[in-house]
């Protein structure tokens, strides 16, 4: 199919979709109000209704025929899970080669959102053994809504998962469940489009955690408690709650309140003792010196003076050098001017003489010109009378 015959294709899919919705055929997805939130619902962390995607990829998720025409009959998480399974064979956001597209894994994603799974549920995807796609979307579900504090806890236990993956068309992008699960943690670009920030401080504490376990291949976690490893009371006690408890700090902080006096009083004492015996022992070096500082005096006059006099031997030789490197110098600068002047000299000599030439060539040529041109005319005038003569004759 042609570019023109798809654009009219759509025109045609998209005039047929708003009659439906007119006529009430046809469902809209779109997520659910404050008020109709099923219960149990996982908590969505920034915008309820764009899922935080990027503009240009929300736009194209929402505006695309798939979503409208076939995610919108989606009922249920389980109807979703097998159209997952059914549909999805790599994680690219857009269609290549179909002018930014939407693909049905980003159609789907947004689906699953729509449905607000609730925490169990999405334990179930993320722990599914039929396809690893579904692990994957739940795991793009997280990165997109989950609060950021929340989002190692969520994927501790996937960090080493070694089931295969492609993120990719045409089988690029082979990777595992767990190094995808490192790169949506660490990278906000993915595929194309972005990801929402993350603080610095906690994607700072998460990059640390990760360094400290690299990625080992077969060491994968046990996945058949996960539901129990994601409870909210295990979520507690893991890396992000690793601070000391404010009763701790606070119980430290009086206690070094109540022995800070003590320890000032006994340290001022103590100083007070070296002070006292750093002056005795001053003193009394003081009196043993006093005949020897006459003595070092006598000699640092005495070197003063000799020090002076080779100063001035010193400013005197400068001196010297100084005038005679002046009197170098303007030399050499006079030097450089006469050897300018030849110069100058040598070209115009130069100028004048091509000057010359250039002329009496020119005078030459003309010269040449008027005698070709009096030849001429004498050659002329000669047949002009021979002819003259014949016709008389």
Request: hydrophobic share 25%; glycine share 4%.
């Amino acid at each position: 199919m042609s570019r023109r015959a798809e654009i009219h294709s759509h025109a045609r899919q998209k005039a047929k979709m708003e009659a439906e919705l007119l006529s009430g055929e046809l469902r809209i997805v779109r997520p659910p109000s404050p008020d109709s939130m099923p219960p149990g619902a996982v908590k969505v962390h920034g915008n309820p209704t764009t899922m935080n995607m990027s503009n240009i990829l929300f736009t194209n998720v929402t505006d695309s025929l798939y979503l409208k025409n076939d995610c919108a009959k989606i009922e249920n998480w389980k109807e979703l899970v097998d159209e997952i399974y059914l549909k999805v064979e790599n994680l690219q956001p857009f269609i290549s080669n179909s002018g930014n597209q939407a693909s049905s894994a980003f159609c789907l994603l947004y689906a699953l959102f729509c449905l607000r799974p609730t925490k169990k549920q999405l334990i179930a995807m993320l722990n599914h053994g039929d396809s690893p796609y579904i692990r994957a979307i739940g795991f793009l579900f997280l990165r997109f809504v989950a609060p950021p504090k929340d989002l190692l806890d969520w994927c501790w236990d996937y960090l080493n998962d070694d089931e295969p993956i492609t993120l990719q068309e045409r089988g690029q992008g082979e990777t595992t469940i767990g190094k995808f699960v490192r790169q949506i943690l660490t990278d906000c670009n993915f595929l194309g489009t972005r990801f929402p920030r993350i603080p610095v401080l906690i994607e700072k504490s998460i990059q640390e955690e990760l360094a400290k376990n690299p990625y080992v291949h077969g060491a994968a976690a046990d996945l058949e408690g996960g539901a129990a490893d994601h409870d909210a009371d295990v979520r507690s006690e893991r890396s992000f709650k690793r601070s000391p408890s404010p009763s701790t700090y606070d119980r430290d902080r009086r206690e070094r309140s109540r022995d800070a006096p003590r320890r000032s009083r006994s340290r001022d004492r103590d100083r007070d003792r070296e002070r006292t015996s750093k002056r005795s022992r001053s003193r009394e070096r003081h009196d043993d010196r006093a005949p020897r500082r006459s003595r070092s005096r006598d000699r640092d006059r005495d070197r003063g003076r000799r020090r002076s006099r080779s100063r001035d031997r010193d400013y005197d030789r400068e001196g010297r050098d100084y005038r005679r490197e002046r009197v170098y110098d303007g030399d050499r600068r006079d030097d450089s001017r006469r050897g300018d002047r030849r110069d100058d000299e040598r070209r115009r000599r130069d100028y004048d003489y091509e000057r010359r030439h250039r002329d009496h060539s020119r005078d030459r040529d003309s010269s040449r010109s008027g005698y070709r041109e009096r030849d001429r005319q004498s050659r002329d005038s000669y047949r002009d009378s021979d002819r003259r003569e014949r016709d008389r004759v």
